[in-house]
Nanobody
Framework: QVQLVESGGRLVQAGGSLRLSCAAS????????MGWFRQAPGKEREFVAA????????AYSDSVKGRFTISRGNAKNTVYLQMNSLKPEDTAVYYC????????????????????WGQGTQVTVSQ
């Protein structure tokens, strides 16, 4: 069982930046591909970004492409989400997820592909 703990969410003004972190308990963290999803009030959970085992491959939703960057530090068992130029519509609970499946670009945005989930961290972007 992999435990995932997110941190870094807070209230920020529009145009600001935040970096979310997700720490994993897994010893073989480097064998997990990781993703970030988010869920706004009254909406379904949506894909934000994903990164492969080695970090050589990444994927982003159209809504965050060019503003958000996913990265990982395998030595620290941590995945990061750097969020710049934040907008009020980025307000949501952000979830970290891990998968043991092979990276398949067409499938990384599907929540069903992920085996483990964190509890989430709240990001609120004010006008």
């Amino acid at each position: 069982q992999v435990q995932l703990v997110e941190s870094g969410g807070r209230l920020v003004q529009a145009g600001g930046s935040l970096r979310l972190s997700c720490a994993a308990s897994e010893r073989t963290f480097s064998n997990l591909r990781m993703g970030w999803f988010r869920q706004a009030p009254g909406k379904e959970r949506e894909f934000v970004a994903a990164i492969s085992w080695t970090g050589s491959s990444t994927a982003y939703s159209d809504s965050v492409k060019g503003r958000f960057t996913i990265s990982r530090g395998n030595a620290k068992n941590t995945v990061y989400l750097q969020m710049n130029s934040l907008k009020p519509e980025d307000t949501a609970v952000y979830y970290c997820a891990a998968s043991r499946s092979t990276w398949v670009y067409s499938r990384v945005a599907k929540s069903a592909e992920y085996d483990y989930w964190g509890q989430g961290t709240q990001v609120t972007v004010s006008q």
